[in-house]
């Protein structure tokens, strides 16, 4: 039947974290991820919902048929190459939000790992961003892109050749930065103090918001954290020992870890992964900040 408007606004209500973090990884831009969203929300206010049988599928299918047009368009247009733009996640949307935070969750996935996707056909990047970074089928993927499901492959498997032989965009590869963030996890539980060291790059940075500062001081197994360290002798310091709740999880799309007692996620752990180790890391810990993070636990 067809769903009502209001139903269908909550439902892409639920829905908005996750569709902006697939725009965002298409469009390099959150300011561009924003704008892709609310227009595809306008395409999905408008149409027929009858006999849709996966409708968080159907939501990432119209977002990414906007940020194709908008890729298509942009290429066109011959704009200004990423590079000369402000690296994406520090945009003036909104001059009470802490710039440091957003310039952390913009390098989750990297600024290399944005660049080699800028070089990448339209059709190419969005192939590859839905089926390497969001496990979406082919199959789903042929339509949006206009090609054979055959095709669709080709195209994903053509862009992931040109990102793998860029070594700037290695440390954003889906597989080695869990394959860094569980090494971490690993070490940090065991206590195994030289292994944290070697994981950390040597002028790492832990950021931590003040929520995360206060309960750190009384949980038993959490990392005692200020509201800054620098250097990895004081941050595997930090970490040694601890983190024994703590859970993989992708976070925006990249590798990280989360506190989720009973399935909720309570504070989150953002890394940045440059040179294949861990050079800075924040922990989440503000409820409304959680809320604003797109959490899939691993």
């Known amino acids: 039947m067809q769903h009502d408007h209001g139903w269908l606004a909550e439902r892409f209500e639920d829905k908005r974290r996750h569709l902006h973090a697939v725009a965002y990884r298409m469009l390099g831009s959150r300011a561009e991820a924003d704008d892709a969203v609310q227009d595809a929300w306008l395409r999905m206010s408008g149409a027929e919902t009858r006999g849709v049988e996966n409708l968080g599928g159907w939501m990432t299918t119209i977002v990414a048929r906007v940020c194709l047009d908008v890729l298509r368009s942009r290429k066109s247009r011959r704009e200004e190459p990423l590079e000369t733009r402000a690296p994406a996640g520090i945009e003036d949307r909104d001059a009470a939000i802490n710039p440091e935070h957003e310039a952390l969750l913009g390098d989750a996935i990297g600024l290399a790992m944005l660049l080699v996707l800028d070089t990448l056909d339209p059709a190419e990047r969005v192939a590859f961003v839905l089926h390497d970074m969001f496990d979406v089928p082919f199959a789903d993927i ?11 492959r080709q195209l994903a498997s053509r862009a992931r050749r040109r990102v793998q032989s860029s070594p700037e965009a290695s440390d954003a590869d889906p597989s080695r930065q869990r394959e860094v963030v569980a090494a971490f996890l690993a070490a940090s539980r065991s206590g195994n103090f030289d292994a944290l060291l070697s994981l950390l790059d040597p002028d ?11 309960a750190s001081a009384g949980r038993q197994g959490a990392p005692a954290v200020a509201e800054e360290l620098r ?11 601890r983190a024994r709740g703590a859970q993989a999880a992708l976070i925006d799309g990249a590798a990280g870890a989360v506190w989720a007692p009973g399935g909720q996620p ?9 040179g294949g180790r861990i050079a800075g890391i924040e922990i989440v810990f503000e409820p409304e900040r959680i809320l604003e993070l797109d959490i899939a636990i691993e």
Do not use: K, N, Q
């Open 231 to 241: 250097g990895a002798a004081a941050v595997a310091h930090a970490f040694s020992g």
């Open 142 to 152: 042929a339509p949006i892109v206009g090609r054979s499901e055959m095709a669709a």
């Open 266 to 274: 309570r504070a989150a752990f953002i890394f940045t992964i440059a």
């Open 204 to 214: 790492v940075v832990l950021r931590a918001d003040r929520a995360a500062v206060l």
